[in-house]
């Protein structure tokens, strides 16, 4: 016999070690609470009980009707403790104590719950038809002899105890299900009905009275989801019916509240809502969405998602009473989903109110009509002992939760007001993962408010259910039991569970407890400052990572090639009914409206991977695609098209765009490196490029192999009219440019060409991405020149206004300095040295009196005052145009031949006075920056530092007239700049034809720089003729004038006037400049001849300018000529010689063009392209062994001879009428000359009365 309770004992073990859960609680010890039991006199007290050793070994359930009978088998435990006795004044004692309950077959207890009182088919009432234990009670009691002769009675006290205690435990259980139980049955049904009829049901059973006093602390009198969601959320306090009246106050506060909507977003004009509701509802929309999830998971109905290795879940559960300590680890297996591809409706983010927000989503199509979630999870028990602190027992379960329902759908709207200077905001992703809940709540005017939710479902699909999937009797008998107590709910409730949840989720008061909540967690607060976010991120994160096996070769990768897999076996993808697009962005106010986005043929593709990662190499990823060619059982390439209309401007289209892939392989494998901790201080929103390329540490090509069996194809078919091919187009109209695109694609196909070709395109990408801190001129509204001069731009008004401020101040001063010149000299206007060598500066000689010529005007102030105000505004001028304002901007645009504009861009280059000459630096030539500067610059400065030396002072007073003379001169020289630009203009300004019967053109125009510089001339020179015209002058006019000049001098005049109007029209209408463009531009312009006819096309204001100082100026010399052969006005003949030597461009154009231009020309125009797109032009001189752009200018010898001819005779003209070549002769007194040396005194002035 002792054998076999071995054998027994061994056996049993063994089955507990089999069973998780039993070997758990078999090594589990608890305290019990002391027990004090006072009878017949005698208080008899358990203390310090301590049980363990607890076993059962099955747990049986059944549904019956309305009801469930639970059965627990096996139940064994062992307790031990303390007594001690005392009563009848000498009855006392104390010793220990052992209560043990054999676990057997027979050791059992049995509970039956039935539903009763039938409405409806719902149970109002719970009873209690079953209760009943069978349990093998042993107890024990040591200590001195009188123990012993208690122990011989301790069968019959187990048995008594025994059966008092399971009649004292049926019987509170039944009162329990009738009172309690079924009060709470009768609560939840009210939940589960319509409030009308649970209310008039609840009276007819006579169920709705108050529960009586001394009630359970859990009931609750419930009258609707209202009451229910009011007592989980505030309890049964004194309040709790005036609930309903404080949520509707509380609405109606908020809604007062958002009257006033100053300063926040208006989400129905929102462009970046917008843009997301396009994209997600139009263009990839539940129907794609599904499609692509299909793709993934090839077609299968469950998606399996495996969970994170770290806990879901840890929690502590602390038991004094039992002097234990529970520890619960929670992990998420894996998630599964049904009916993932099933989604019917799907908007995450709408507008309906310029402050409400709408999430929508839905589930059920005819292919996939249920939706299904499942969680597989395990849980790890640790059992720890307060006193000690050691672990008592661990155990480690998994199981599984499934349920699925019929079409579910939620709806929620709520109101979200956005400060609008904080949206879309520049918050880092470092701030909102440190910090989230402060950051997203610092862009709000106040916390976010739900007005309505809506949840539905048709039915439970499938009913929730329990798996267990650890092995052990337990296990699966709680899991049974579960799934028992689900079907008898879905037995009862299922037809009223989606109504009843409909109805939850829309009460308002479950609406008013979530806004209260969200008033309390969602208030606006402070964001985390970036820096200290940025360094959180640092203190946790490694900067870099580069370990993409875990990444791209987990469960995701199987999604990935599936989804590849998918799009190409569908060989014909369609994206189509767009929607409203939003507005993009383009030139000319453009409009793009798209129909179709189509992918046909993609089964010529045999294989596409995407990011593969390699085992060599953590960091490497690669990526694949083969396409097949073109065969005779399949004559089709993978194709990619859009139907769509585009307008801009004046130009329209409408039609099909199409791009046929090349045949054969690409195989790349890059080196890819994360940076963590730049990506984390990435601003938040970034651009698309931005978002991708800023964060990578690395991304190095390592390998290529790129094998094309032919080229791919673009077509263009318009919707009315042939079909059109631009690459055939463009390699027709220039053949040279379609060869270095071959040369190019061979060098990218290689691993040195894919390297720099993604290295130049990404530093392009990072450049746009940085965000750097304003400059301190950019700051005080500088902008900057392509080489880095500032400037301003020149509709600021305030620099005009500013500008004409201190030409009024400096004109004052110069004319207030003349009245001081008078103020200061004693003598009177009689008396005053007024001769052309006087003491007195100029200035004040003018303010004496009237000139004597009476051209000048008849009021001497205001002469003085023109004079003053002259040599400022062509000071001031001068210093806004070479020192503050743009001089000069290279543009292009795309328009078709027809004339309509598609793109125009006319600052794509733009240059400042010193920038220009920086840019004949860089070009190699610094004769010509020197020029450049000395022309414009140095010359304007000086001729104003004569001028102002001759008007203010009395300096070199004998020199006066010379001084003048050099000064004018020098004031001429600023002309040359219309040389310089005019031609640069010109041979730069091409019209390149282009495929679709569309031209680009080049051009460079003038900024407001140049106009300031040619009125800065305009104002010099007149200042300067003035202050000659006002000089006292002793000699006698030109005979010319008269009309008594030598029969010589008159033929040399008008042969040299016939002779410049010729060499003027030959320059004019012939060819002068010959000009070749090498590099790859050179592919697409040809070399070209220039006549002077195309100086100015691309700027109206230089054509006329070129056309007043290069043709109206030398006929001005030939009316001067005319007007002076007939004698009758020799005055006006003598002014227009005067204007017209000093504003004509002849003399200055020919030596600059001939002197500075053809030199200059081409280091000008090749550095600023260089300079412009440098990674560029790197690439195609690595690739193709040519520079973007080259220019070689020479002379046309018609056009140059006729340019030489017009400047010679120009200048004999000049030599006569200015100069007086040929009229003086020595020792001979004309009579003019004679009458003004009788005259007495030789002064110019006489004196203002």
């Known amino acids: 016999r002792m054998l076999a309770r071995c054998m027994l004992f061994a056996a049993a073990m063994a089955a507990s070690f089999d069973d998780p859960l039993a070997q758990w609680l078999d090594s589990l010890k608890f305290k019990l609470q002391d027990v004090t039991q006072e009878k017949a006199g005698i208080t008899f007290k358990v203390s310090n009980l301590v049980c363990q050793n607890l076993q059962l070994s099955d747990i049986k359930s059944a549904v019956q009707d309305v009801g469930m009978s639970i059965t627990l088998e096996g139940i064994g435990i062992v307790c031990n403790g303390h007594f001690d006795y005392h009563g009848l004044a000498i009855v006392s004692g104390s010793g220990d104590l052992q ?713 004052a001063t110069y004319t207030f300095a003349a009245s001081l010149g008078r103020l200061v000299n004693p003598d009177t206007c009689e008396s005053a040295d007024l001769s052309p060598t006087s003491s007195l500066p100029l200035a004040t000689i003018c303010w004496y009196g009237t000139p004597a010529s009476r051209s000048v005007g008849g009021i001497p102030k205001i002469s003085t005052f023109v004079a003053s105000t002259l040599m400022a505004a062509g000071l001031v001028a001068r210093i806004l145009a070479c020192f503050w304002l743009p001089f000069a901007s290279a543009g292009v645009s795309i328009e078709q031949k027809t004339g309509g504009t598609i793109f125009k861009d006319e600052t794509l280059l733009q240059y400042t006075f010193f920038g220009i000459g920086e840019q004949f630096y860089l070009g190699g030539s610094l004769y010509c920056q020197i020029l450049w500067f000395f022309m414009s610059l140095v010359s304007a400065l000086t001729c104003h530092a004569i001028l102002l030396l001759v008007w203010l002072t009395s300096f070199l007073a004998s020199q006066r007239r010379k001084l003048l003379m050099t000064a004018l001169v020098l004031g001429r020289f600023a002309l040359s700049e219309a040389e310089t630009t005019g031609n640069t203009a010109m041979v730069l300004g091409n019209a390149v034809p282009m495929p679709l019967g569309l031209v680009q053109k080049m051009f460079l125009g003038l900024e407001a720089g140049a106009y300031t510089s040619w009125f800065a001339t305009a104002c010099t020179v007149s200042a300067n003729l003035l202050l000659l015209k006002i000089l006292p002058r002793p000699v006698a006019p030109k005979e010319w004038a008269s009309g008594e000049a030598p029969r010589f001098i008159t033929i040399v005049q008008a042969v040299n006037s016939v002779m410049m109007v010729a060499g003027i029209c030959v320059w004019y209408f012939c060819d002068f400049m010959h000009a070749e463009t090498g590099g790859i531009a050179g592919a697409l312009i040809p070399p070209a001849n220039y006549s002077g006819s195309g100086l100015g096309k691309s700027d109206l204001g230089l054509r006329v300018f070129i056309i007043l100082t290069a043709g109206v100026c030398p006929l001005m010399h030939i009316a001067a000529f005319v007007l002076g052969w007939t004698g009758k006005a020799p005055k006006v003949a003598r002014g227009l010689a005067a204007v017209a030597t000093s504003f004509c461009l002849l003399d200055l154009f020919t030596i600059g063009y001939l002197a500075t231009f053809l030199e200059g020309v081409n280091g000008f125009a090749s550095s600023a392209v260089h300079d412009f797109a440098k990674p560029l032009c790197e690439l195609s001189q690595e690739a193709l062994g040519k520079d973007c752009l080259t220019m070689t200018a020479s002379v046309v010898p018609l056009g140059t001879v006729g340019l030489l001819v017009a400047t010679a005779a120009w200048s004999a003209l000049a030599a006569v009428q200015v100069l007086g070549f040929g009229q003086k002769r020595v020792g001979e007194v004309t009579p003019l000359q004679a009458e003004l040396r009788a005259a007495e005194p030789p002064s110019f002035q006489e004196c203002d009365a």
């Not at 032919?710 to 690459?727: C, F, L, M, T």
């Not at 440019?737 to 894919?754: F, N, P």
């Not at 900057?784 to 600021?796: I, R, S």
């Open 99 to 811: 209560a043990v309950v054999k676990s057997s077959s027979s050791s059992s207890a049995t509970v039956a719950l039935h539903g009763t009182n039938m409405a409806q088919n719902l149970p109002w009432a719970v009873e209690a038809t079953s209760c009943d234990a069978n349990l093998d009670l042993v107890l024990t009691l040591s200590g001195s002899i009188i123990y012993d002769v208690i122990n011989i009675f301790k069968t019959p006290v187990s048995a008594l105890i025994k059966h008092q205690a399971i009649a004292q435990a049926c019987t509170q259980l039944k009162e329990m299900a009738a009172g309690q139980l079924s009060q709470k049955l009768a609560d939840f049904n009210r939940l589960m009905l319509p409030s009308d009829d649970g209310e008039f049901l609840l009276k007819s059973a006579g169920l709705a009275a108050q529960p009586e006093a001394g009630a359970p602390w859990f009931h609750v009198a419930m009258e609707s989801f209202e009451d229910f969601v009011e007592d989980v959320a505030h309890g049964d306090g004194p309040t709790a019916h005036n609930a309903g009246s404080e949520g509707n106050l509380f609405l109606a506060e908020r809604r007062l509240k958002a009257v006033s909507n100053d300063g926040t977003v208006d989400w129905t004009h929102d462009e970046t809502l917008k843009w997301i509701s396009w994209l997600v509802d139009d263009v990839i929309g539940p129907e794609r969405l599904d499609q692509a999830v299909s793709w993934a998971v090839k077609g299968n109905e469950t998606v399996i998602i495996p969970g994170p290795a770290n806990p879901l879940m840890t929690t502590t559960v602390k038991q004094p009473d039992a002097g234990l300590e529970l520890r619960v680890t929670a992990f998420l297996k894996s998630a599964s989903i049904e009916g993932a591809d099933g989604m019917s409706d799907f908007s995450p983010v709408a507008a309906v109110g310029p402050n409400d927000l709408r999430f929508k989503v839905s589930w059920g199509t005819a292919k996939r009509p249920a939706f299904g979630l499942g969680v597989d999870v395990k849980v790890q028990v640790e059992a720890v002992d307060l006193a000690s602190g050691k672990s008592q027992a661990a155990m480690e379960q998994e199981m599984s939760l499934h349920l699925a329902v019929l079409s579910p759908s939620l709806e929620v709207q709520g109101e979200v007001q956005v400060l609008a200077r904080e949206w879309p905001g520049t918050r880092s992703l470092a701030q909102l993962m440190v910090a989230p809940k402060q950051c997203l709540t610092s862009m709000l005017k106040q916390a976010p408010l739900l007005k309505s939710v809506q949840m539905k479902f048709q039915q439970l699909a499938a009913p929730l259910s329990f798996v267990t999937h650890t092995q052990g009797q337990l296990e699966n008998a709680l899991a049974n039991l579960l799934n028992n107590g689900v079907g008898l709910f879905n037995q009862v409730y299922q037809p009223l569970l989606p109504g009843a949840i409909q109805r939850f989720a829309g009460s308002q008061k479950l609406i008013q407890t979530v806004n209260s909540q969200l008033s309390q967690q969602m208030k606006p607060q402070t964001c985390i400052d970036p820096a200290l976010a940025s360094q959180q991120v640092r203190n946790v994160f490694p900067q870099y990572y580069g370990d993409w096996p875990p990444v791209f070769g987990s469960w995701m990768r199987q999604w990935i090639d599936n989804f590849f897999d998918g799009f190409i076996a569908s060989n014909t993808s369609v994206l189509e009914d767009f929607g409203a697009m939003p507005k993009v962005p383009l030139p000319l106010d453009g409009k793009v409206a798209l129909r179709q986005l189509i992918a046909t043929g993609l089964d010529q593709v045999s294989q596409l991977r995407v990011a593969l990662p390699t085992a060599d190499h953590p960091s490497w990823l690669e990526n694949k695609a083969v396409a097949k060619c073109p065969t005779n059982q399949a004559p089709w390439r993978p194709t990619f098209a859009v139907n769509g209309s585009v307008a801009a401007g004046n130009f329209g289209g409408d039609g099909l765009v199409s791009l046929e892939m090349p045949c054969g392989t690409l195989d790349a494998e890059v080196d890819v490196v994360v940076d963590f901790w730049h990506l984390m201080d990435l601003q938040i929103p970034p651009t698309m490029t931005c978002a991708m390329m800023s964060p990578l540490a690395k991304l190095d090509i390592k390998k290529v192999n790129a094998t094309w069996g032919g080229s791919g194809r673009v077509k263009v078919q318009p919707k009315d009219g042939p079909a059109q091919y631009p690459v055939e187009q463009m390699c027709t109209l220039h053949p040279d440019a379609c060869k270095l695109a071959d040369e190019m694609r061979e060098y990218v196909s290689s691993t040195e060409g894919a390297t720099r070709l993604y290295h130049m395109a990404r530093d392009k990408v990072l450049s746009k991405c940085t965000n750097p801190q304003l400059s301190a001129e950019q700051e005080e509204g500088l902008q900057k020149d392509q080489l880095g001069y500032t400037y301003v731009e020149p509709d600021d008004y305030k620099v005009w206004l500013g500008s004409s401020v201190v030409i009024l101040v400096l004109a």
